[in-house]
């Protein structure tokens, strides 16, 4: 069955650096578009970026533009987020997300790993 | 950006109630409408997409519909299990933004 498993989150200072890790498995990883939704504690969910399946297409929300960067490889079957310059409102549970057949829903969703960005 | 918005912001109901919840767009997005079901501490849940197309898994007595710019979630006959909060999201154009919830909790 499909298996997102994302790793790197943590505690890190304002003004930090963080990478995220999500291992896949259980489907043809290349076939599909996957992206990172976030929530931050107590509040709802934000699409944050996403990745077509050959990475050629790469979108990000405004609240992360040019702070983080989202990136795939295909042959290890894993997704990633640098996150750069965090700030407390960066503080969330990232979850990786594998894209229902690319039509732009989540059908498929990681644990997700917990960020706290905090001096 | 296209803004979503939902009603009721939470809801008491008993089993066996029928539940419906709304959710509108700030402009059209035809019928690239999805809803999810997240409980404490979990990862969302699929639960209808393209605003009317039940995931395969999911129990029949949840129900999509609506075009356009308003759409409505219908649980039948709620369960023990559907306490939840319900999130719509809007699939037409990036970024693909959330409504901002529904609580379903126990009358």
């Known amino acids: ?119 | 950006d296209i803004q979503m918005t939902q009603s009721p912001s939470s809801v008491s109901a008993s089993v066996g109630d029928r539940v419906t919840i709304n959710c509108r767009a700030s402009q059209e997005i035809s019928t690239w409408l999805a809803w999810y079901q997240q409980k404490p501490g979990k990862a969302p849940k699929l639960l209808i997409y393209t605003a009317s197309s039940l995931q395969s898994g999911v129990p029949s007595r949840f129900s999509g519909s609506g075009t356009g710019t308003d759409f409505t979630l219908t649980i039948s006959s709620l369960q023990p299990e559907d306490f939840a909060t319900y999130y719509c999201q809007q699939a037409n154009s990036f970024p693909f933004t959330f409504g901002p919830g529904t609580k379903v909790d126990i009358k």
């Open chain 1, 1 to 119: 069955q499909v298996q997102l498993v994302e790793s790197g989150g943590g505690l890190v200072k304002p003004g930090g650096s963080l990478r995220l890790s999500c291992a896949a498995s259980g489907f043809t990883f290349s076939d599909y578009y996957m992206a990172w939704i976030r929530q931050a504690p107590g509040k709802g969910l934000e699409w944050i970026s996403y990745i077509t399946s050959t990475g050629s297409t790469i979108y990000y929300a405004d609240s992360v533009k040019g702070r983080f960067t989202i990136s795939r490889d295909n042959a290890k079957n894993s997704l990633y987020l640098q996150m750069n310059s965090l700030r407390a409102e960066d503080t969330a549970v990232y979850y990786c997300a594998r894209e229902r057949n690319n039509w732009n829903d989540v059908g498929d969703w990681g644990q997700g790993t917990l960020v706290t960005v905090s001096s």
